[in-house]
């Protein structure tokens, strides 16, 4: 790759194979038709629809999932609008609280809603109100959703008794947000992999901007390690527009670590389109 190119436009090497999904990434705005929260903890730039499915073609893949962010709290029509661009590409997890009522369930569910997500991370709020967290996972199962987890590396081990208890589907963010300066054999890693091996454990091998500076190839052992400990349950994604991050991330290197994560073709079209659609309920 031409190193003069600039991020905005470069294109990865590795070519993702049909129907490959980024199965984290956000969609921000436009405030002035989706304002942010006011109890937000940071304000994004605006990354609106148009502008990822102009990285997805420049990126080469081919689906999506919408994760709420914290910056529009409960507040998920700018998702919702961004899913119905493209229902059949288009998947969301959403971010709840016990005032949602049934019929908002279901217009959710219509919508392409699968998952709901909670912020455990310290330093966008720390742990949610965990009897609305109870509340809101008791309606899951009716729905046949997930529950997507974001966890500071250091609470893994903490908070894996009550993980281990819940009655749905979960997926960890982001590799746990382990940090590769840590080393594998860290106890939060060691940790996150004995949760792998429960069969409604998933994780996203996504982040590798997060925990590890670039060229983030560090990253490259610990989603390797979680790929091997649950070929079926992982997932891959962007994280774009990579909010808090500390530098402009390289969306076309993340891509390009794909091969060093899933070595054969055979475990990158599981990572890219298998797995997503067995979680997300993608046509295939």
């Given at each position: ?132 967290f109870r509340k ?149």
């Amino acid at each position: 790759m031409d190193i003069e190119t600039p991020l905005a436009e470069r294109r990865p090497t590795f070519k993702a194979p049909p129907k490959s999904c980024d199965a984290h990434c956000h969609v921000f705005g436009p405030a002035d038709r989706f304002p942010y929260a006011p109890n937000r903890k940071y304000t994004p730039d605006d990354a609106p629809k148009e502008m990822l499915r102009a990285l997805h073609d420049r990126l080469g893949i081919d689906r999506a999932v919408f994760v709420q962010a914290s910056c529009h709290d409960t507040d998920n029509r700018a998702m919702l609008d961004a899913i119905a661009a493209d229902p059949k590409r288009h998947r969301g997890v959403a971010v709840v609280d016990d005032s949602f009522t049934d019929k908002d369930f279901q217009m959710m569910h219509d919508g392409g809603i699968r998952g709901v997500r909670f912020n455990f991370v310290r330093h966008l709020g720390g742990h949610p109100d965990m009897e609305v967290f109870r509340k809101v996972v008791a309606r899951l199962p009716a729905l046949g959703w997930h529950l997507v987890l974001h966890l500071d590396a250091q609470d893994i081990e903490e908070l894996s008794p009550m993980i281990r208890s819940l009655p749905v589907p979960f997926v960890i963010d982001h590799m746990g947000r382990v940090q590769a300066k840590d080393g594998i054999d860290q106890p939060a890693f060691l940790a996150l992999l004995e949760l792998m091996k429960m069969e409604k454990a998933w994780v996203k091998v996504c982040g590798s901007e997060r925990i590890s500076p670039p060229p983030y190839s560090a990253a490259a052992p610990f989603a390797r390690k979680l790929i091997e400990a649950a070929p079926e349950r992982t997932l891959w994604g962007t994280d774009f527009p990579h909010p808090n991050l500390n530098h402009k991330a390289d969306d076309a290197a993340l891509v390009d670590l794909v091969p060093n994560f899933a070595v054969t073709p055979e475990q990158q079209r599981q990572l890219l389109v298998v797995n997503p659609v067995t979680l997300y309920g993608f046509e295939d």
